[in-house]
């Protein structure tokens, strides 16, 4: 079965940056895109970008761009989301999501990594 | 960027009642996607492609609309469905989520 594990809950300075981590199993990896999803305390949700394992093609909110920066290395079947410049704003909990392609849903999804950012 | 807008922001049924939230968009598009999502938990596709049901979901649920005007309806409330809903669409290689409408158990 799909499975998207990932890295644990992180506690960081303000100014850092930090990398999070996305495990997959269960399908071909390379052949799907993964998204990644900030949900801030009691917010909604807002879609960070994508990239395709594949060919390492990616897609970023512009919101984002200079933010967040997306890799993946298809060795080890894992995902990565840096983000960089951290402030209390990125305090959230990110989640990666898989989608069938470069357009529509999220059919799977991680069970979220919660970032603290505090001095 | 589309814009989706949720209503109503809270809302809450009884067992049994019939249940349906609006999901707006500032311009039209193709599709609308669905998800529900319980506290402390990640969200969970419900509908994709605005009408299908998503594997493993109840055929209480069910999801319709087009152009600008999208909605999510419970034929029949139940206790397990009490929980915070999302619509989302894509355009122009973005994707967009709605603020959520909050579903509680009268």
């Known amino acids: 079965q799909v499975q998207l594990q990932q890295s644990g809950a992180e506690l960081v300075r303000p100014g850092s940056s930090m990398k999070i981590s996305c495990k997959a199993s269960g399908y071909a990896f390379s052949s799907y895109w993964m998204n990644w999803v900030k949900q801030r305390p009691g917010q909604g949700l807002e879609w960070i970008g994508q990239?395709?394992?594949?060919?390492?093609?990616?897609n970023y909110n512009g919101k984002f761009k200079g933010k967040a920066t997306l890799t993946a290395d298809k060795s080890s079947i894992t995902a990565y989301m840096q983000l960089s410049s951290l402030t209390s704003e990125d305090s959230a909990v990110y989640f990666c999501?898989?989608?069938?392609?470069?357009?529509?849903?999220?059919?799977?999804w991680g069970q979220g990594t919660t970032l603290t950012v505090s001095s | 960027q589309i814009v989706l807008t949720q209503s109503p922001a809270i809302m809450s049924a009884s067992p049994g009642e019939k249940v349906t939230m609006t999901c707006s968009a500032s311009s039209s598009v193709s599709y609308m996607y669905w998800y529900q999502q319980k506290p402390g938990s990640s969200p969970r596709l419900l509908i994709y492609?605005?009408?299908n049901l998503a594997s493993g979901v109840p055929i209480r649920f069910s999801g319709s609309g087009s152009g600008t005007s999208y909605s999510l309806t419970i034929s029949r409330m139940e206790a397990e469905d009490a929980a915070t809903y999302y619509c989302?669409?894509?355009?122009?290689?973005?994707?967009?989520f709605g603020a959520g409408t909050k579903l509680e158990l009268k």
């Open positions: 989302q669409q894509w355009s122009s290689y973005s994707f967009t």
């Open positions: 990239i395709y394992p594949g060919d390492g093609d990616t």
């Open positions: 492609d605005t009408s």
């Open positions: 999501a898989r989608s069938d392609g470069n357009y529509g849903d999220f059919d799977y």
